[in-house]
């Protein structure tokens, strides 16, 4: 039964997320100065890399699994 209610849970979280940052966001960095021109930046790397970050999260593979355990082994 919760596994029903997860993703209106999700997208609620991120409805309110948004709406904070909308506010916050301009009290964080004032107002824009007249000279400051909109920057055009390309999507595509950062569409890629969540991407990327999303198939890794979803199934990682079991070399990637026991490099990152392994890893952590040495840190700790």
Do not use: C
Not at 40 to 69: C, E, Q, R, S, T
């Amino acid at each position: 039964m919760l596994l029903f209610w997860t993703p209106f849970l999700l997208l609620g979280l991120g409805v309110a997320f948004a709406a904070l940052f909308r506010r916050v966001q301009p009290m964080v960095s004032g107002d824009v100065p007249s000279y400051q021109k909109p920057v055009k930046a390309a999507h595509l790397p950062v569409i890629l890399h969540l991407v990327l970050v999303l198939i890794i999260g979803v199934y990682m593979p079991d070399f990637l699994n026991a490099w990152f355990h392994t890893a952590v082994e040495l840190l700790k």
